[in-house]
């Protein structure tokens, strides 16, 4: 039996990621963890998030996942160099490769970066970029109002349509030619988020890059699944939150209705 | 001082992907080879190019290199697992991010790879391509023609516009999607390709997919240069052909006039 990959995420925000996953790795195995009954982590703290993601990552570990990929910006932000350094499988988290996605697509080196408030105070995708190159011009905007919408399910409300043009006012007056969306749930509303930025913004998503990087990177740890009945993969979905509401967000994400979708608790999952 | 990066490949084409590797690594120091006297590789053997690529990598190993870029399908093709199994610095090449990167843009699933004799006989990206998704459509095109054109400096003509027409024909009854560039030559004939295949189908460009792989494995191992003087890098650039022919070249592709090139000459490269 091939070892899963496991994809965990602080709610559905991370099911953009998984998606394009299985669609580049169809021989894989997933595992994909949701903790939307404590989503959103920008919010928490840092010591706050640690905990939720070790509770999910032990869980885990008892599966015998091969590589674990932190869909989650702000879980990245906190704690992938403490479980790179703590597990001894491949940790894969969206800043770097979304970051290294940028610099490719930016043309006038001017970089709009949009998040949660727990990223955007880290500084995580300011230090990636300018890590890779100091003469980047990087402007970032917290987005808090966004998450929320999105796992509340409310997008194709007016009121959620006015609220994002509000909040992306900031970046209107920047020269900006390219927007990383550092946020895994922000694919789900990238067309509005186009529309108010207009077509010259090249809007890059973590998903499809971290899924592209985690393909390169199995392979360089001689990880990959080389056969593989990939009519019975049976990937597993679960989530720490309502199950009905998942079943739903799951079908709007990958427009069809996905078997193997679980509800689980964790102790100490009473946080509010 | 930083140790450098170094990019080979049979001629001129590995350029195209040293100007990406430039612009998406710009604290990184570059050495360049091109082996423009032995140039097509496309034609030789499989010893025959085992034999000129290791002529190359040893005159580069006394430079002290810290990552070695094979920027040449066919010396991928014929070598980078030997390369990879010898050495002790990461060796990459072009054929696996082409191929992850068509993965990432296709939706019909069918893809083109055009490339020389050599690599498309070699069926490398196809197994690469089915090793990702055996699902996936593959159709292949060598060119030969394609680098002496380019190596020759007479893709403006009208003879040249002509050729590339007519080499392309079997593929435009197929229903491609995606085109992989499956020789670093042939970038700087791609907006001739794609007035020819129509704008459909989307172009994979090996070098950029090669540059930002090379970014994320400089990191996983640790080798990104943290510090540098962006302004004095002074990359090295050495051509075993013409050094005349090869200012002209490199005019073209970096829209300047670089800084130290050179000539080198191999004892055995007395090949015709």
Same mark, same amino acid.
């Given at each position: 039996?091939?070892?899963?990959?496991?994809?965990?995420?602080?709610?559905?925000?991370?099911?953009?990621?998984?998606?394009?996953?299985?669609?580049?790795?169809?021989?894989?195995?997933?595992?994909?963890?949701?903790?939307?009954?404590?989503?959103?982590?920008?919010?928490?703290?840092?010591?706050?998030?640690?905990?939720?993601?070790?509770?999910?990552?032990?869980?885990?570990?008892?599966?015998?996942?091969?590589?674990?990929?932190?869909?989650?910006?702000?879980?990245?932000?906190?704690?992938?160099?403490?479980?790179?350094?703590?597990?001894? !499988?491949?940790?894969?988290?969206?800043?770097?490769?979304?970051?290294?996605?940028?610099?490719?697509?930016?043309?006038?080196?001017?970089?709009?970066?949009?998040?949660?408030?727990?990223? !955007?105070?880290?500084?995580?995708?300011?230090?990636?970029?300018?890590?890779?190159?100091?003469?980047?011009?990087?402007?970032?905007?917290?987005?808090?109002?966004?998450?929320?919408?999105?796992?509340?399910?409310?997008?194709?409300?007016?009121?959620? &349509?006015?609220?994002?043009?509000?909040?992306?006012?900031?970046?209107?007056?920047?020269?900006?030619?390219?927007? !990383?969306?550092?946020?895994?749930?922000?694919?789900? !509303?990238?067309?509005?988020?186009? &529309?108010?930025?207009?077509?010259?913004?090249?809007?890059?998503?973590?998903?499809?890059?971290?899924?592209?990087?985690?393909?390169?990177?199995?392979?360089?740890?001689?990880?990959?699944?080389?056969?593989?009945?990939?009519?019975?993969?049976?990937?597993?979905?679960?989530?720490?939150?309502?199950?009905?509401?998942? &079943?739903?967000?799951?079908?709007?994400?990958?427009?069809?209705?996905?078997?193997?979708?679980?509800?689980?608790?964790?102790?100490?999952?009473?946080?509010?």
């Amino acid at each position: 039996m091939e070892r899963p990959i496991a994809v965990i995420d602080s709610g559905v925000g991370g099911l953009t990621v998984l998606h394009e996953l299985m669609r580049q790795l169809p021989k894989e195995k997933f595992v994909y963890l949701g903790d939307t009954y404590r989503c959103p982590y920008g919010s928490k703290t840092k010591e706050q998030v640690r905990e939720f993601v070790w509770d999910i990552v032990n869980y885990l570990l008892k599966r015998n996942i091969k590589c674990l990929i932190i869909a989650c910006n702000t879980a990245t932000a906190y704690t992938i160099k403490e479980l790179q350094s703590e597990l001894t !499988i491949p940790v894969i988290g969206v800043i770097k490769p979304g970051g290294r996605a940028a610099v490719n697509v930016t043309r006038n080196k001017k970089i709009g970066v949009i998040g949660t408030e727990g990223t !955007i105070q880290s500084r995580a995708y300011s230090k990636v970029l300018h890590h890779i190159d100091p003469t980047l011009n990087i402007y970032s905007l917290a987005c808090p109002p966004f998450v929320p919408l999105i796992e509340k399910g409310i997008i194709q409300e007016q009121e959620a &349509k006015q609220i994002i043009t509000e909040t992306l006012i900031p970046l209107k007056d920047t020269d900006i030619d390219t927007l !990383i969306l550092g946020c895994t749930h922000y694919p789900i !509303i990238k067309d509005l988020i186009q &529309k108010v930025l207009g077509p010259d913004v090249k809007i890059v998503s973590s998903g499809e890059e971290t899924a592209r990087e985690t393909s390169s990177i199995l392979d360089s740890f001689g990880l990959t699944t080389v056969n593989s009945d990939m009519l019975s993969l049976n990937h597993e979905f679960y989530t720490t939150g309502e199950l009905e509401k998942f &079943k739903e967000i799951t079908r709007l994400i990958f427009n069809e209705n996905l078997n193997n979708l679980n509800e689980v608790k964790f102790n100490n999952a009473v946080f509010s």
